[in-house]
C-alpha cells in the first residue's frame, strides 16, 4: 500500500512507519520537522507541514494514498483543540481527494470508554487526562461522523517497549466480563494492530479497545 502517516515523529509514529516499511509499504510521513524523522528507507518520503494548516494537509493528501493514518498525540492541561482541528483538516483533505481509508490511535477513556480500566487509568483519565480526552472525543466524533472507512484504535497505559504483543485483548464497547487485563500496551503493539487492521480491511467503522493480557 500507499499509506501517508501523520504523527510520524512521536513514539508511536515511528513505530508505525517503520512497522509499515518492513512490511513492504510505502510511506509518506507527515511531519513538521523532517530532521526529526530519524528513519532512512528508499520507500519512505518526508512531507513538511502542519496539521493545523489546511493548506499543507491538503497538499500531503493530494497525492495518491490508499490509506491515511493518524498517530498525533498532544498533550495539554488547559481546553485546547489542536486535535480535532488538525484531524478535521485531515478528513476534509481526505474527501477532496476521494481517500477512504483512515486509521487513527486515540485513547481508553474517549467515547464509549470513559470510565474502563482500572484504578489508576480512571483516576488519570478523570484528573491528569480530562482535557485530552475531551480533545480526542470531539476527535472521534468527527471521525465517526466523515463517511470515511475509518478505525479508531484506543489503547490504554502505553509502554515504550518494542515488543508486540500477538494476543492483544480487543473489545468494542463495554469491557468483556471476566477479562484479565494488564491495562497497558506496547506502542509497537498499537502500531501492529493499526496497521493489520488497515491492511486486512478489519474493524472498519468500529472504535476498538485493547490491552494487553494479565
Known amino acids: 500500500m500507499q499509506l501517508t502517516i501523520f504523527g510520524a515523529t512521536g513514539k508511536t509514529g515511528m513505530r508505525l512507519v517503520q512497522q509499515a516499511l518492513d ?12 530532521a526529526k524523522l530519524s528513519i532512512s528507507h528508499d520507500k519512505l518520503q518526508a512531507v513538511q507541514g502542519d496539521i493545523l494548516d489546511a493548506a499543507s494537509v491538503d497538499a500531503a493528501l493530494s497525492q495518491p494514498a490508499d490509506a491515511v493514518l493518524s498517530a498525533l498525540g ?10 480535532s482541528d488538525g484531524t478535521a483538516n485531515v478528513i476534509s483533505a ?14 481508553l477513556g474517549a467515547g464509549d470508554s470513559a ?8 483516576n488519570l483519565q478523570k484528573f491528569l487526562l480530562s ?3 475531551a480533545d480526542k472525543e470531539r476527535q472521534e466524533q468527527l471521525i465517526m461522523s466523515s463517511g470515511l472507512d475509518w478505525t479508531i484504535v484506543r489503547p490504554p497505559q502505553l509502554t515504550d517497549d518494542d515488543r508486540i504483543c500477538e494476543k492483544v485483548v480487543a473489545w468494542v464497547g463495554p469491557t468483556p466480563k ?6 497497558k500496551t506496547s506502542r509497537a503493539t498499537v502500531a501492529g494492530f493499526l496497521l493489520k487492521a488497515v491492511a486486512q480491511g478489519s474493524h472498519i467503522g468500529e472504535a476498538v479497545n485493547i490491552s494487553e493480557p494479565k
Not at 512490511?23 to 523532517?34: E, Q, T
Not at 481526505?94 to 485513547?107: A, C, F, N, T
Not at 470510565?115 to 480512571?122: S, V, W
Request: aromatic share 8%.
Open 23 to 34: 512490511a513492504g509499504h510505502a510511506v509518506r510521513a507527515f511531519v513538521r520537522d523532517p
Open 74 to 83: 498532544i498533550f495539554h492541561r488547559e481546553p485546547k483543540t489542536d486535535l
Open 94 to 107: 481526505m474527501q477532496k481527494h476521494g481517500i477512504k481509508r483512515l486509521g487513527v490511535v486515540s485513547s
Open 115 to 122: 470510565g474502563q480500566g482500572n484504578f489508576l487509568a480512571r
Open 131 to 133: 482535557h485530552v480526552l
Open 178 to 183: 471476566g477479562a484479565r487485563l494488564t491495562w
